[in-house]
């Protein structure tokens, strides 16, 4: 990011911190409008920020992206590449779960071809070719599928996370090998 006058960067922070709050209670859908006024700045400030939905709920949600790519860098050294991709799926379903908005941000970012997206992508990308490789996943299944079948998971599951495991379950029994 450019660097900023104080004021500026305060806005900044302050507009991402209330994001955060009103996507937590209303979804990803939640209003430009009541973000700003809850901020305390003008609906243009927030526009000069972000200059969409999708970049702001791409910053409010950059934690959580950071924690699911990291995960992904562990995963990449577990010996059983079919059971780091699944543990790594779990964690994803389990983000987009508790963090609502999350499910819906990602589909956003997807459609956008986000950098956000990619970075996903790629993280999921290589323990899914590492999974294939060692013949623990169906030679048909791509990544995307997997970050769409995650991101349907989390929207009907809405903030049940045991009701998300379970259909994760399910739609691994069709994307893993039978040892």
Known sequence: MPSMRADARRNYERLIAVAAEVVAEQG????????ARRAGVGSATLHRHFGSRQALLEEVFLGSVDLVCAEAERLLEHPDRGRALTQWLRGMVGHATTNRGLGAAL????????????????????????????????????????????????????????EADRLLGLVLTGVLLED
Do not use: C, F, Y
Not at 126 to 133: I, P
């Open 28 to 35: 990803a859908d939640a209003s430009m409008e009541e973000i």
């Open 107 to 162: 589909i956003l970012s997807a459609e956008a071809g986000s950098k956000v997206h990619l970075r996903i992508r790629t993280a999921g990308d290589r323990l899914l070719s590492r999974a294939r490789a060692q013949g623990a996943v169906r030679e048909t299944v791509r990544i995307d599928d997997l970050l769409k079948l995650v991101n349907a998971i989390s929207l009907v599951s809405g903030p049940e996370a045991a």
